[in-house]
């Protein structure tokens, strides 16, 4: 049987990744709807609210793959490493890697990406907010899990150190975007990671 209806004349997941480039750079009130579209492949209107339904939902969805894809590093490095410290290390080591890749914006979509919004966009922040609080939640998880198998003394703050290294693993996002070289970043990494023995208790 022959296919009814008009073919679309774009790549949706090309258009998709095409469309996380533009976010991760200029942030969601940042990036325009025409910028959107003719980075998109010059789509039309009626091609872009049929393949995405809106701009907002295809930022949610630029979230969702960027988080697959570039931003999946801090999922890895949870899950990985076999001590809470080699995991804290791999999350700010590789992440420090990823936000200055030559070939990709600078720094963490989730981070940069919405981090103030005028009153219409305040739901946007609000679940970027959340992703972020999500991350700090996981960090402070995998510290109490070394807790629990004995990577960790048993007097650690889990909060506290998780709260710590969520604000570096942030604060390299920013370093990132403005300009920071990595050697620069993985320098931070190292002066965070000197400090591990002295603040889980070990001396």
């Known amino acids: 049987m022959a296919t009814r209806g008009r073919p679309r004349t774009f790549d949706r997941d090309d258009a998709l990744r095409r469309a996380m480039t533009v976010f991760w750079a200029r942030g969601y009130e940042g990036a325009t709807l025409d910028e959107l579209k003719e980075a998109m492949g010059g789509i039309t209107s009626p091609s872009f609210y049929a393949a995405f339904g809106s701009k907002e939902a295809l ?3 630029a979230v969702a793959l960027y988080r697959q894809t570039a931003g999946s590093t801090t999922a890895i490095a949870l899950t990985e490493p076999a001590t809470a410290r080699e995991s804290v290390d791999a999350i700010l080591r590789s992440n420090a890697i990823a936000f200055s890749q030559p070939d990709a914006p600078r720094g963490c979509m989730v981070v940069l990406g919405a981090l103030l919004c005028s009153a219409p966009n305040q739901q946007v ?4 907010r959340a992703i972020r609080l ?15 198998e004995g ?17 570096v ?23 965070a990671m000197a400090a591990w023995d002295a603040m889980v208790g070990t001396r």
Not at 134 to 148: H, K, N, P, Q, Y
Not at 153 to 162: E, F, I, K, S
């Open 59 to 61: 930022f949610r969805e």
């Open 125 to 128: 922040q609000e679940d970027m």
């Open 134 to 148: 999500e991350t700090i939640d996981a960090i402070r998880a995998r510290i109490r899990r070394g807790i629990d």
């Open 151 to 167: 990577d960790v003394p048993a007097g650690a703050n889990a909060d506290a150190l998780g709260g710590y290294y969520a604000t």
């Open 169 to 191: 693993l942030n604060g390299l996002s920013i370093q990132a975007r403005d300009g920071a070289p990595r050697e620069a970043l993985l320098a931070t990494v190292d002066c």
